[in-house]
């Protein structure tokens, strides 16, 4: 295990389709973290987990995306009902809590609804 | 809740020569600031990273210095090469015992040119 690992790297999908991404954070990494990125600005977060427990949700995020992580281990980003304002890179990174506070970064799905 | 500005948007330096960039934070208490460095198609790498008890903190040609009054901080990069091309986010973070979201600036396009 070399870093963290996101599958797909890519996602095209049609307006009103659900999609799920997943995230494999590093392994010893108890901290969690999806964000978003679109074309010219900066990542913005939308949730993360503390082991398990999704300790916090950004209040810009929609009701349809919905983020799990059932063993404390990998992470799933579901959208359902997508649109074409949903059309970013996700991205995920992962931390240790007691560590020196960096996160750590993986390649990104980059998904484009049509 | 936490907003990060960043300025300037793109940059362009004489291989060399020095870059800045400026970022102001608005929630006093934040007290983890990290800079990442984002080449073009791949993910957000740290560069360096201060908290808000040390005033500056160097690594080879790469400095960042905090202002906790003013509430901004800023990204030196001494002697630009080319490989310093890319687009840089400014983060902050509260930290309360543990790490936490990080809110991101926009980002500075930076151009190093021979």
């Known amino acids: 295990d070399t870093g963290v690992s996101q599958n797909p790297r890519h996602k095209i999908t049609k307006r009103g389709q659900n999609v799920t991404f997943r995230c494999d954070p590093i392994s010893e990494h108890n901290r969690l973290y999806w964000y978003r990125q679109t074309l010219g600005q900066g990542p913005e977060f939308l949730t993360y987990f503390q082991n398990e427990a999704q300790l916090e949700k950004s209040r810009l995020l929609s009701d349809r995306f919905s983020a799990e992580r059932p063993k404390g281990s990998f992470s799933t980003l579901e959208i359902q009902r997508t649109e074409q304002g949903d059309s970013a890179m996700y991205l995920c990174?992962?931390?240790?809590?007691?560590?020196?506070?960096?996160?750590?970064f993986g390649p990104g799905t980059r998904l484009t609804v049509l | 809740g936490e907003n990060v500005e960043q300025h300037p948007s793109t940059l362009s330096v004489q291989e060399g020569d020095s870059a800045v960039i400026k970022c102001t934070y608005s929630?006093?208490?934040?007290?983890?600031f990290p800079w990442y460095k984002q080449e073009l198609g791949k993910r957000p790498q740290l560069i360096i990273d201060i908290r808000s008890n040390v005033g500056e903190k160097k690594d080879q040609r790469i400095a960042v210095t905090l202002n906790k009054t003013a509430k901004h901080f800023s990204l030196h990069i001494t002697e630009t090469q080319p490989e310093d091309s890319a687009v840089y986010f400014c983060?902050?973070?509260?930290?309360?015992?543990?790490?936490?979201?990080?809110?991101f600036g926009a980002g500075t396009q930076v151009v190093v040119t021979p």
């Open positions: 990174a992962s931390s240790l809590r007691t560590g020196t506070g960096e996160q750590f």
């Open positions: 929630d006093s208490a934040s007290n983890y």
């Open positions: 983060a902050a973070s509260g930290i309360l015992g543990s790490w936490g979201k990080l809110q």
